[in-house]
C-alpha cells in the first residue's frame, strides 16, 4: 500500500502514520531524514544535496525526488509506504506522479486529515500553557505565533493538493477533529472499502480476460489451421483407403495377362528352336547324301583306270 498523508500542521499526520505503518506493515518516509540518509550514505544523489543544503538554500525538487527514487527501491518499501512531507506542491505531485509511473507504481490513496485551524490554535496554546506551569521548556517551533505562520504556508503551498488529488479520485477525507482513535477507525474502514475495491475490480478483469480467450474466432488463427490439418488428414485416409485397394485388385488382374504374356514368349523361343533344329537336321541329311554320292563318284572312275 502506498500512500500520502496531508493535512495543516498539528492536525495529527505523525500519529496516524506510525499506527498506519504497525498495521500494514509498510514504511513512512520522510523527506527530511531520507535527505540526512542519503547524504550520510554518501550516495550520488546525498552529496549533491549536501552541497545545496550546506549553501543554505533549498533543495530542489528534482534532488528531493531522486533520493525518494533511490528509497522506494529498498527491501523495506517492496510492501508499500506512506509519504510525510512530500509533496508540499503541485508540482513536486506530477513529479512523484511521474516517478511512480515510470517504476510500474500507483499510488493507493492520499489522506487527508481534515481539521478546524482556530481549534489547533487553542490546542497549541493549551499545550504551551500546561508546559509552562510543568516548568517544561517550550520548543520555539511549538508556539501559536509559529503554527500561525505555518497554517498560513500550508494553506498557499499545499491545500491545492486536495483539489490535485481530488480530480485524480485518489483523495480520501478524514474528520480530524475526532479522537485519535476515532481517527485511526476512520482511516482504517476507507483503506479497508479501498482494498475490497480493488480486489473486486482485478477480479472482474480477470474474469473479463478469460470469455475473451475462450471466444477468440474459432474460424481463424490457430482454429483455423488445426480444422485445416484435420481436414487433410482426413482427405488422405479416405484416398489412401480407395486407392490402395484398387491398385491391389490392378495389380492382381495384371498377375495372369503377365503369366499368359511369358507363356507366349516361351512358346514362341521353343517353336523357334525347333524350326531351327528341323533346318539344321535337314542340312545334314543333304551333306550326307551328297557325300555318298560323291565317294560312289570316285569308286567308278577308280574302277574305270
Do not use: C, W
Amino acid at each position: 500500500m502506498r500512500l500520502i498523508l496531508l493535512g495543516p500542521p498539528g492536525a495529527g499526520k505523525g500519529t496516524q502514520a506510525q499506527r498506519l505503518v504497525h498495521k500494514h506493515g509498510i514504511v513512512q518516509l520522510s523527506t527530511g531524514e531520507m535527505l540526512r540518509a542519503a547524504v550520510a550514505a554518501g550516495t550520488p544523489i546525498g552529496l549533491k544535496a549536501k552541497d545545496i543544503m550546506a549553501s543554505g538554500a533549498l533543495v530542489p525538487d528534482e534532488v528531493v525526488v531522486g533520493i525518494i527514487a533511490d528509497r522506494i527501491e529498498e527491501a523495506d518499501a517492496k510492501k508499500g509506504f506512506i509519504l510525510d512531507g512530500f509533496p508540499r506542491t503541485v508540482p513536486q505531485a506530477a513529479a512523484l506522479d511521474e516517478l511512480l509511473k515510470k517504476k510500474h507504481l500507483k499510488l493507493d490513496a492520499v489522506v487527508e486529515l481534515r481539521v478546524n485551524e482556530s481549534a489547533l490554535l487553542e490546542r497549541v496554546e493549551t499545550r504551551v500553557a500546561q508546559m509552562r506551569e510543568r516548568g517544561e521548556e517550550v520548543r520555539i517551533d511549538d508556539t501559536p505565533e509559529v503554527l500561525s505562520k505555518r497554517l498560513a504556508s500550508y494553506r498557499a503551498q499545499t491545500e491545492p493538493l486536495v483539489h490535485y488529488y481530488s480530480e485524480k479520485r485518489k483523495l480520501i477525507t478524514v474528520d480530524g477533529m475526532m479522537t485519535i482513535e476515532q481517527v485511526t477507525a476512520a482511516i482504517n474502514r476507507v483503506l479497508a472499502a479501498l482494498e475490497a475495491d480493488s480486489a473486486a475490480r482485478a477480479e472482474k478483469k480477470a474474469a473479463a480476460r478469460k470469455p475473451a480467450k475462450a471466444s477468440k474466432p474459432a474460424g481463424k488463427a490457430k482454429g483455423t489451421t488445426a480444422a485445416k490439418k484435420a481436414a487433410k488428414k482426413a482427405t488422405r485416409k479416405a484416398a489412401k483407403k480407395t486407392v490402395k485397394p484398387a491398385a491391389r485388385k490392378a495389380k492382381k488382374a495384371s498377375k495372369p495377362a503377365g503369366k499368359a504374356v511369358k507363356g507366349r514368349k516361351k512358346t514362341a523361343v521353343k517353336a523357334k528352336s525347333r524350326a531351327a533344329g528341323t533346318r539344321t537336321a535337314k542340312t545334314r541329311k543333304v551333306a550326307k547324301k551328297a557325300t555318298k554320292k560323291g565317294a560312289k563318284a570316285v569308286k567308278r572312275l577308280t574302277k574305270r583306270r
